[in-house]
């Protein structure tokens, strides 16, 4: 039971550092020196000691999303197997409440932005329940590849052992899994083909206009929320294309931590190769991603 | 499940997906000419015994397919100025989606179809699901040029559909088969190119318009 714990709360304490690392690759990759890795730490600490500011229109809903943003994640996080053997909960079917939380989680966040009344953020809210409802059936695809191959209805199970020992016999379909994955990565945490995490035009934005009015350590909640997030995908596509299983958990704990490390580079290497999307492409992008999990699926079902 | 023509074989629908779900052009062509290269790579995967019938296709292949006319649709695009393709009959997230339809049910069909065995079982799917795409390009796109590349798609399909008869098949048909793709697509950029210069325009919904 130990050892589930401490890996969560190494992911939880390394998450931070993923979303830096992308933005460190993509200044490296267009000749910038960039922010320092550890940027979100000292963010998080600066707004932590800040005070909250409230608009006279909100209402508790818009208290509540944060903490719903980070109470939602840190639960998900709980039901991957982070080590590659145990998660620390897990039954059967809870990759439903694994993505269901993720739905919640922006739901609340988007609650939030409606409450303050501008309507900046209420189109923010409208893009990204956009986002959402076509990265979520994409997602489902990739959890049918897994529960296909491992014959697997828990994330723990799926991802564990039991994916190590049929991982040589159907790598075709987890590496198309692998790539939707990724693809979803980069719709959920709002990062470049998508959304621009540096934007900040209102007409563009997706995420960023829905936290315009968070301050203080409810932006810090919110920062952090989406850097777990990332760091919940980033442990996905890590551990469909790892066999972690075969490893010893602490090995596999560190393969992880690398992995994730890795995830972050490859988002950084996409961010500075690709513009973002127009706005009218995005469900394209997400559809590609479904299309390879069908792919994936397919592969399978022969 | 395994094996070197297996990989190449995905990578075949992968870059179909690919060329569905662009709007660029260029990027389309780039799409056949990566499609062009891994099916002049197929025959030697399947047949490792480098015999002088597979290399010669290989080359041949690799020639027409991945050199030749990708180098002349790019010519094409450059000629013409179009870059995009605007407006197709079905949207591009919709295409996507009827693609990966055609995939599940060319792999539904190709377990149906009494075929003599073949050196892989994920040939006739792909085969299938190819000539698929390929149609769906040809019929839903607006553009003169995207439709060349959707007959090209559908070719590249039916050609993957002959690797899996390649020893019963002479090498001299299968030349005439590259030849004759070539000369199909070396007059289609023909036409094309002149569609452009009497409409100012590559659009072939105006084609059914009367003009005098």
Redesign the interface.
């Known amino acids: 039971m130990l050892g589930p714990f401490l890996t969560l709360l190494l992911l939880l304490a390394a998450a931070p550092a993923l979303p830096g690392i992308a933005t460190r690759t993509r200044a490296a990759l267009t000749g910038r020196r960039g922010a320092p890795t550890l940027q979100l730490y000292r963010d998080l600490a600066k707004l932590l000691r800040k005070n909250v500011v409230y608009s006279r229109t909100t209402t508790p809903v818009f208290r509540l999303g944060p903490i719903v943003v980070v109470a939602t994640v840190v639960v998900a996080a709980t039901l991957l197997p982070l080590d590659g053997h145990t998660a620390l909960f897990g039954f059967t079917g809870d990759l439903v409440a694994f993505t269901g939380l993720l739905g919640l989680g922006r739901f609340a966040l988007v609650l939030a932005g409606l409450d303050t009344g501008s309507s900046f953020e209420g189109m923010g809210a409208s893009r990204e329940v956009t986002v959402s409802a076509f990265a979520e059936p994409a997602l489902f695809l990739c959890f049918t590849v897994l529960v296909l191959a491992t014959g697997e209805l828990s994330l723990g199970g799926m991802l564990g052992e039991r994916l190590a020992a049929v991982w040589g016999s159907t790598a075709p379909s987890l590496v198309l899994a692998a790539a939707a994955l990724f693809m979803l990565a980069l719709a959920e945490t709002s990062r470049v083909p998508v959304d621009d995490p540096a934007t900040h035009l209102e007409l563009t934005m997706i995420h960023e206009v829905i936290v315009l009015d968070h301050s203080g350590p409810e932006l810090a909640m919110i920062l952090f929320g989406n850097a777990v997030k990332l760091a919940l995908f980033a442990a996905l596509v890590v551990s469909v294309l790892v066999p972690l299983g075969r490893l010893q958990p602490w090995l596999a704990g560190v393969v992880m931590l690398g992995g994730m490390g890795l995830v972050a580079v490859a988002v950084g290497i996409v961010e500075s190769c690709m513009a973002r999307l127009r706005m009218n492409r995005v469900p394209q992008f997400l559809v590609a991603a479904a299309a390879l999990a069908v792919f994936g699926v397919i592969l399978l079902l022969r | 499940?395994?094996g070197l023509h297996?990989?190449l074989l995905?990578c075949v629908?992968?870059t179909n997906?690919w060329v569905l779900?662009t709007?660029r052009m260029s990027s389309t062509i780039r799409a056949t000419a990566i499609q062009g290269t891994l099916l002049a790579a197929l025959p030697v995967a399947l047949h490792p015994g480098w015999s002088l019938h597979m290399l010669g296709l290989a080359a041949g292949t690799f020639l027409v397919k991945a050199v030749v006319l990708p180098t002349f649709l790019s010519w094409a695009i450059r000629e013409a100025a179009v870059r995009r393709e605007v407006e197709p009959l079905i949207?591009?997230?919709m295409s996507?989606?009827l693609?990966?339809m055609a995939?599940?049910l060319s792999?539904g069909i190709a377990?149906h179809i009494p075929l003599p065995e073949s050196a892989s079982?994920l040939l006739i799917?792909v085969a299938l699901s190819t000539v698929m795409v390929g149609l769906l390009v040809l019929t839903t796109r607006n553009k003169a040029l995207s439709q060349v590349i959707g007959y090209l798609v559908l070719e590249n399909g039916i050609y993957v559909f002959g690797l899996s008869q390649v020893e019963r098949v002479p090498f001299l048909v299968e030349l005439g088969v590259l030849l004759d793709i070539f000369v199909g697509i070396f007059i289609m950029g023909i036409v094309v190119f002149h569609i452009n210069r009497a409409f100012d325009s590559l659009d072939s919904t105006r084609l059914t318009e009367l003009k005098d």
Request: aromatic share 14%; hydrophobic share 50%; proline share 4%.
């Open positions: 499940m395994s297996d990989l995905l629908v992968l997906f779900g709007t949207g591009f997230s996507l989606t693609g990966a995939v599940a792999f377990q079982s799917p």
